[in-house]
Structure formats: C-alpha cells, structure tokens
C-alpha cells in the first residue's frame, strides 16, 4: 500500500489518524516461512541476497509463518538514516555483500504486520494491525518495529524535523491495507522534497567531467502515464555514482520522453532506455513541469519506471 504526498489531516479529525516517522530507506516486504526469510522490492524484485544481516529474523516469528511491511535503513552514528550510504547496497549481489553488511550493516524497521500463520490481515483496520504487530515485540537481530503515534500529528511533525528525519506518513485508523493502492487512507508530509524519477538520457560533462556523464535527464509519468521530461540533474554526484551508472545505460536512438525538448537538450544528449530509477531531493515544480535546483541521491532499486508519477 502506498501514501499519496499532502498535508496533515485537519486538526478537527486528527484523532481519526495514526503517525509514523517517515524513514528514508527502500521499502520491503518480508515474508517469514519456518525461520526462513524472503525479502521483496515494491518493484516485485527479491531483494534477500543483498541483504544478509537481516536473515537473523526475532525470535517472535522464527516459530512462525508471517508476512510483514518496513523500510530497510541505514542509520548514521546519531541513529537516522544514511540514503547515501544505503544507495551503495541497492544493487549488489557479489561476493562484497558480506564485507558491506559487516561494515555498514541495515536495519530492517518494521511498521505493519500483514498475515500471520497463515491469515491475511489485510483487511483489518490500520491500528488493530499495528496492535497485533506491538504484542509480538518483532525486535531483536537487525529488525526494529517502528513507533506509532495515535494523533498529535503536528508535534510529529515537528518532531521528525527537529531530528532530521523525512518527514511522517500518516494513515487513518480505521484503513485496511490495500496492496498496490496509492490511496487517500494514508498521507506522506515531507520536510524535504523527494521526487522518483526515471533517467531517459545524460549529456557529457566537462572540465574534470569530460568524457562522461555530465548530467541526467529525467522523467515522470504524467496523468496519462505518458513519460514526460522533468528537467536535467547535474549535481549530487560522487565520482563512484557516476562510474556505477555508466555500465547500466542502455543506448537508444531517440528520446524515450514523449513531449517536445529542449533545443540546448537534444544538441548533444546520448539517449538511454528509461529502465533505471533514481531519486532527486528538489526545490519544487516550476509551472511547466520542470524539477527546481534538482540534486541526485541515488537509483533505486524498490521502484519500476512505471512507479514513477508526478508528485506535487
């Protein structure tokens, strides 16, 4: 189930709503079979290889069959999360996956509780399900359950920017969960703006840039599900995120974006297949649907390009 970005509910219905930290991390589902776990993408991708740290599941589910939803993180040494640092695991299956993880291990936080022995929980109201989820006490190896907060949604608010966090999400109490749903039931207010978007192209760069990529161009889905051009993304880049993603282009002749481009864009752009999925923190929207003072912060791998849709 998916949030759709807004504000917090009316102060007149605020105990109507549930609270959670958002936490700036890839979404996963795990499902725990005989102690044994699976972990997947939003994208539908099996994501348990790149992950070994998390396979040390709490005990409370090791005797169990369950299926629950959370956010795999990064924490820095203050306890928030790192998507910089995460961003370097997304999509590493080789033999440095151990070395990462005894590094830099994740932490799985956990914040709904989805099918237990058996029983699809789906259609119980959000709070019996996080209540369920409270009594089990899922901690313990690198798994964590989140907190929940019934109403008080400003001083949430207030308290994730105060501690340098995403942002919340907030979700109505009585919300079953829809999978694959973007719906009204559960809300993201953001601190900082995020935007998925799908990287269609790049230009060359130069000065201590040339002969490589100097910049992304990138896309959204529009209202139609028509992949229209966002803009250009030249900053936010370390000189390893630049080496990662130039193997990962696939060339094409022509611009996967479906509206008419920029002359000074089309000059020199080397167009790719809009396969690969990344996130630019942004300034806002200008009135033709151009992403504001974008900044890279990395792929994703929890997205397909057809996830991504305009967020205003």
Not at 255 to 279: I, K, S, Y
């Amino acid at each position: 189930m998916l949030a759709t970005p807004g504000e917090l509910p009316p102060p007149a219905h605020d105990g109507d709503w549930g609270y959670e930290f958002k936490w700036d991390g890839v979404r996963a589902v795990a499902v725990v079979a005989a102690g044994s776990l699976t972990l997947w993408a939003r994208s539908g991708t099996e994501t348990t290889i790149r992950y070994p740290e998390l396979q040390r599941v709490p005990a409370a589910l090791a005797a169990h069959d369950a299926v629950v939803d959370g956010e795999v993180v990064a924490l820095d040494a203050r306890g928030r999360p790192d998507f910089g640092t995460l961003q370097g695991r997304m999509h590493r299956t080789g033999p440095e996956v151990a070395r990462m993880a005894a590094d830099a291990p994740v932490t799985f936080l956990v914040f709904d509780l989805l099918a237990w022995d058996g029983q699809s929980l789906l259609a119980l109201p959000y709070a019996r399900r996080r209540e369920r989820l409270e009594a089990l006490g899922v901690a313990g190896g690198r798994w964590v359950p989140t907190p929940w907060f019934r109403g008080g949604g400003a001083a949430v608010l207030a308290a994730s920017r105060d501690n340098g966090l995403e942002g919340v999400v907030a979700k109505r109490l009585d919300s079953p969960y829809r999978p694959g749903v973007r719906g009204p039931e559960w809300r993201k207010v953001k601190n900082v703006r995020t935007q998925a978007v799908v990287v269609g192209g790049w230009r060359p760069g130069q000065g201590r840039r040339a002969g490589g990529v100097g910049s992304l161009l990138v896309g959204v889905h529009d209202d139609a599900g028509r992949l229209v051009y966002a803009g250009h993304v030249g900053t936010g880049f370390t000189a390893a995120a630049l080496r990662e993603l130039e193997p990962l282009f696939a060339a094409r002749r022509t611009p996967p974006f479906t509206d008419a481009l920029p002359r000074e864009v089309t000059r020199d752009a080397h167009w790719v297949e809009p396969r690969l999925v990344g996130e630019v923190a942004f300034a806002g929207w200008t009135a033709d649907g151009r992403l504001r003072h974008p900044a890279w912060r990395g792929l994703r791998d929890d997205l397909g390009p057809e996830d991504v849709v305009e967020e205003w």
